[in-house]
Nanobody
Framework: QVQLVESGGGLVQPGGSLRLSCAAS????????MGWYRQAPGKERELVAG???????NYADSVKGRFTISRDNAKNTVYLQMNSLKPEDTAVYYC??????????????WGQGTQVTVSS
């Protein structure tokens, strides 16, 4: 099992910044990617950004150039720096970790979610 604990959400004005953190613990060996999804009211959960164990990153088109994902391997923590926030970024943000089981099944683990609200 992998446990994920998120922090850093809150209320921010349009154009502002927030940094989310996600700390992993437990069976973190062989985690091959971590990142963030988000879900706004009435919408499906969507991938925001991901980072592999090798450091490769990917982003949703809607956040490219504004959000940056990074990881601190020594702390088993992933960060999402969010700049130039817009009201449409308002959502619950979920951290995820992805790894393969002993039988090669792909497993996803999720954090509890943290609310990000962008409003004046």
């Amino acid at each position: 099992q992998v446990q994920l604990v998120e922090s850093g959400g809150g209320l921010v004005q349009p154009g502002g910044s927030l940094r989310l953190s996600c700390a992993a613990s437990g069976s973190i060996f062989s985690i091959n990617a971590m990142g963030w999804y988000r879900q706004a009211p009435g919408k499906e959960r969507e991938l925001v950004a991901g980072i592999t164990s090798g450091g490769s990153t990917n982003y949703a088109d809607s956040v490219k150039g504004r959000f940056t994902i990074s990881r601190d391997n020594a702390k088993n923590t992933v960060y999402l720096q969010m700049n130039s926030l817009k009201p449409e970024d308002t959502a619950v943000y979920y951290c995820y970790a992805k790894k393969y089981s002993d039988t090669a099944a792909l497993l996803y683990y999720w954090g509890q979610g943290t609310q990000v609200t962008v409003s004046s």
